[in-house]
């Protein structure tokens, strides 16, 4: 039988969640052309999110074309326009010759590299030289606009991974260009997100960067308890068993709502589940993940200097004021530098989260390790 609980890949239909009004939001500012950009920590489902709004919205308009293009392992400009070119021709195309045809019409300066496959979902390659693209960008960067006029279309590019931008050279130029061309756009529109928050904060919320207040802000936040309660009895009711409200609450608490885990915990239930999950079938699923992980956890703590663990160890105490001389002493903190060193260093490595001045782990069952494994056995 096939589990009924998805993780680390897009969720749909059935196991999409809640999050009923961000993606009316996102439908909205999709089929009117409004920028967005979505921040949240990493594996909370803004990738599940924007495939689920861009579905709807081109079911809405069939005039609307959405473009997916995912910067993950996108290190330089030249990539970048290689990529979003290849991407625009093949979502705004229906059949692979007249993505050729795209390919040769859109560009008078560049020539385009074009190779066929055999499966039109990745058929068109499309590539360039890399010394004429430096010197004529202007061509890609407008691709969307020339497609959509010519077309008579809207489109969506939807951007993941946007803060990977970071790592080009002079990424401030960069950004600086993009938003010179996108902002003139009529007809298209950008939905940008990564899994990377502060850096997202950085790029979107600093006055002194190119895209501030580039499009609406939407902030995710947790799936509320009710809404996951809901979802995992309906799922396991779908597979002909059951789980008690008490069983369904406890994932949601010893997840912390965080969606990714939560689906993996309900999975992790409900195999080990004959009929009716229950309380203490939670708590062995939850052991058993905690241990899955405790490798991991292992080497990241690993990586972690003595006054960062020092901090961690207060965080996780519920300690208010860190910073007082009484909490610094108890637990070996040198300074109130430290403090502040500590915890930057620890929201660029995703450890922490910072939301409006509260600080918070990003990964709840690393939290629970440190807690429960790490600090008890020091």
Known sequence: METPFIFGKIATDNNFTDRETETSNLVQN??????????SPRRWGKSSLVSKAANLAMAQDSKLRICHIDLFNVRSEEHFYSMLAQKLITATSSKWEEAVDSARAFFSHLVPKISIGTDFSNEVSIDFDLEEVKKTPDEVLDLAEKIAKKKGLKIIICVDEFQNIAEFTDPDYFQRKLRSHWQQHQNVAYCLYGSKRHMMMEVFTNSSKPFYKFGNLMFLNKIDTVHLVAFFKKRFNDTGKKI???????????????????????????LRTKELCTVNIVNEAHTALVEQLSLL????????????????????AGEKSIGSTEVMSRYKISSTT?????????IKNDILDNKAGEISFQDPIYAYWLKNVYFQSA
Not at 30 to 39: A, E, G, Q, Y
Not at 244 to 270: C, F, G, N, R, V
Not at 309 to 315: D, E, G, H, R, S
């Open 30 to 39: 999709f089929t009117s052309l409004i920028n967005t950009i979505i921040i």
């Open 244 to 270: 008690t409200d008490e069983a369904s609450e406890l994932i949601a608490t010893l997840t912390d709502k965080h969606p990714y885990y939560a689906q993996q915990l309900a999975q992790l239930s409900w």
């Open 297 to 316: 956890f292992v080497t990241i703590t690993e990586s972690l200097t003595t006054q960062q663990l020092n901090y961690l160890k207060a965080l996780i």
């Open 338 to 346: 430290s403090i502040y060193r500590s915890k930057t260093a620890l």
